[in-house]
């Protein structure tokens, strides 16, 4: 059994089978990728898993304990952070005011823009915001605005907000999506540490193979909704089906 247990999820929307019959264990402290083509219901498969989207069939369950149907907020207690495609944080906060508000959300269950300064003033919940710009490499950039932020460094510092919430499980959305070739290489080696440092386990949606390779323990290949190849990497790598998922072709 693994720590997320994804058992018979279907989802259709009108006539689009977006996801048929999907079955996938994460096994804990692992690195899962899950890739395919366009349309492979990569994205639709994550929103299931988040409560975002509720499948029409299966179940979805974390440590034993189904996630459907529950809120936002009530998956992040869970364990369960995710880091969306493109960046999520404000860009009118400093790098430090970002870092400090999901130090108020773990304490106090929610948060407001106008309580920003008032945290502030909290010496536990700055402490910790600091440590984890230490972290995170960005200690020098705490009173920058985020906006003035590289697209590696907006990562680093959605990443860095998500991980202050102490998860047991991460969830990337392509969290190398737009990036230059230094930034992505950068964001590999952060989260090889963030693998090697903390007792987590990652999932990972991602198109760059080269990010895949680097740091998935298993791989789940999606094609048309369902899943077509489920191994090891290095058996990944050449397999005549997925060849033929991505080219189009028999190779």
């Known amino acids: ?22 079955n996938l264990s994460v096994k804990e402290n692992t690195v899962h990728a899950i890739i395919g083509p366009n349309g492979a219901g990569k994205s639709t498969l994550l929103n299931c898993l988040v409560g975002k989207l509720i499948p029409d069939t299966g179940s979805v369950m974390f440590d034993g304990q189904s996630v459907l149907g529950r809120k936002p907020f009530e998956i992040n207690q869970m364990g369960i952070s995710r880091v969306f495609q493109t960046p999520e944080i404000f860009g009118d906060l400093t790098v430090l005011e970002n870092m400090l508000i999901p130090c108020f959300a773990k304490r106090d269950g929610a ?33 920058m605005h985020s906006a003035s932020l590289s697209r ?60 895949v390779f680097s740091l998935a323990d298993r791989i789940t290949v999606l094609a048309q909704g369902t899943p077509l190849v489920e191994d090891d990497p290095q058996n990944i790598r050449g397999n005549p089906k997925v060849r033929e998922a991505y080219l189009g072709e028999s190779a």
């Open 1 to 22: 059994m693994g720590i997320l247990e994804v058992k018979n999820v279907g989802k259709r929307f009108g006539g689009l089978q977006a996801l048929g019959d999907v």
């Open 152 to 211: 590696g460094d907006k990562r680093r510092l959605e990443i860095g907000m998500c991980l202050s919430q102490e998860p047991r499980l991460l969830l990337l959305d392509e969290p190398t999506a737009g990036m230059a070739r230094a930034d992505t290489n950068n964001t590999i080696d952060l989260l090889k540490e963030i693998k090697e440092q903390r007792d987590i386990t990652i999932a990972i949606i991602e198109h760059d193979m080269h990010v």
């Open 111 to 143: 948060f407001s823009l106008n309580a920003i300064s008032a945290v502030s003033g909290q010496k536990d919940m700055l402490e910790t915001a600091e440590k984890m710009l230490v972290e995170m490499n960005m200690a020098d950039k705490r009173h």
